[in-house]
């Protein structure tokens, strides 16, 4: 606990916290709804598409996308962390964090393995993927909504 009050105590963590600069709280929580919505759009609409809709859009063409999900993911991993450090104490026993860092690693973890098994297969023109292919992107579909909900849940669970 004591590393986490030194975090949270940092300059960085207070100037997160209360500063009343836009470019603080405010500013570093548009940068993380910024990068979600890069990461987590993209995903669902390949998820999306290998559950059935576009038909006509191959699938394999939508692997362009991952740079662009990536980024999105490293502002989210950078503007995550500062978020952490503004409240470190409060978040770290706050058990939706908890759920919400499980779900993230699910989703990537999933993210990854559509990439592997089906974006990099250059025969899944038009129609649904295979029923694994289905049952990744459902998967997908949920831990993304998880770390939404608990993600938004963490300011009514826990401390803060």
């Known amino acids: 606990m004591e590393l986490l009050a030194a975090l949270e105590n940092s300059a960085f963590g207070a100037w997160v916290r209360e500063s ?34 576009a038909r006509r859009l191959p699938v394999p063409p939508l692997a362009r ?39 993230v690693t699910l989703a990537m973890i999933a993210l990854l393995m559509i990439r592997r098994s089906v974006v990099r297969q250059s025969t899944l023109g038009a129609g649904l993927g295979t029923l694994s292919d289905r049952v990744l992107a459902v998967a997908s579909l949920v831990c993304w909504t998880g770390v939404i909900t608990s993600g938004r849940l963490m300011a009514y669970f826990g401390q803060g």
């Open 20 to 53: 009343p600069s836009p470019w603080a709280y405010p500013g570093v929580l548009f940068l993380h709804t910024v990068g979600l919505s890069f990461l987590v759009g993209l995903s669902v609409a390949i998820d999306l598409r290998l559950l059935g809709a």
């Open 65 to 103: 996308f991952y740079p662009v999900m990536w980024m999105g993911f490293g502002l989210n991993a950078l503007s995550g962390v500062a978020l952490f450090a503004a409240n470190a104490t409060t978040r770290a026993t706050n058990p939706a964090f908890y759920f919400k860092m499980g779900f």
